[in-house]
């Protein structure tokens, strides 16, 4: 399934959810948790009623996603650094398959007393910014192929990274979709103990 279509309907309501949030200000853990736990309710809601969810499409039983507690070490705001002269970049799928998309920049930050660098693609076809990464947990408790984030830049030398709102492509789902796999300078050597962790149905 081409990936325009795996990420059509997830992305509208988690960039809302990135406008909202942007637009909070300083807030305390708790408030910070009512809004992440609100979010998770919403995505819920998608999965089990919406003709776009993945397990609607391929008819599947749903057992409910699972997710990491809030944390807020895990929103990081981090450097920006534009690539001055972007390339299409080729990423493989889970399927054998390829997906192209443009570079954009560079997300730098210090996570668990380490320096990493995210490079963030543009899905140029819907206008929006794209990370797919690897992790330390993946493939122990979170989807072995990786997660996604989407990020929005509002222009400047700095960005915000909140991987509490990383999530499962669709193929963690189900076998039917096609999804792109992170780029290699994507695969951290770090714990992301935040956001969605591997679908296991009931």
């Known amino acids: ?12 309501i988690v960039l809302g959810v990135i406008f909202v949030y942007s637009t909070l200000g300083d807030h305390s853990p708790e408030e910070y948790s009512e809004f992440l736990y ?12 919406s003709s776009e969810s993945p397990f609607v499409i391929d008819s599947l039983k749903y057992g409910g996603l699972k997710y990491y507690p809030p944390d807020m ?3 990081v705001k981090g450097r920006f650094e534009k690539v001055e002269n972007p390339a299409i970049r080729t990423l493989a799928t889970n399927d054998g398959k390829e997906e192209q998309y443009l570079e954009y920049g560079f997300a730098q930050f210090n996570l668990d007393g380490k320096d990493h660098k995210l490079l963030i693609l543009e899905n140029v076809s819907e206008d929006v910014l794209f990370l797919a990464f690897g992790d330390e ?4 408790e979170t989807y072995g192929a990786g997660r996604y984030l989407d990020v929005e830049h509002f222009g400047g030398n700095t960005i915000t990274l ?3 709102l990383a999530y499962n492509p669709y193929c ?10 992170p780029p290699r ?3 951290l050597d770090v714990a992301i103990k935040a956001g969605e962790k591997t679908y296991a149905p009931h």
């Open 73 to 75: 070490n895990y929103k």
């Open 1 to 12: 399934m081409n990936r325009n279509r795996i990420i059509a309907a997830s992305v509208f």
């Open 162 to 164: 909140d991987f509490n």
């Open 137 to 140: 947990t993946s493939a122990i």
């Open 38 to 49: 609100k979010e998770r309710d919403e995505q819920e809601r998608f999965m089990k009623y």
């Open 172 to 181: 963690a789902y189900s076998d039917v979709f096609s999804c792109p796999l």
């Open 185 to 187: 300078e994507n695969l």
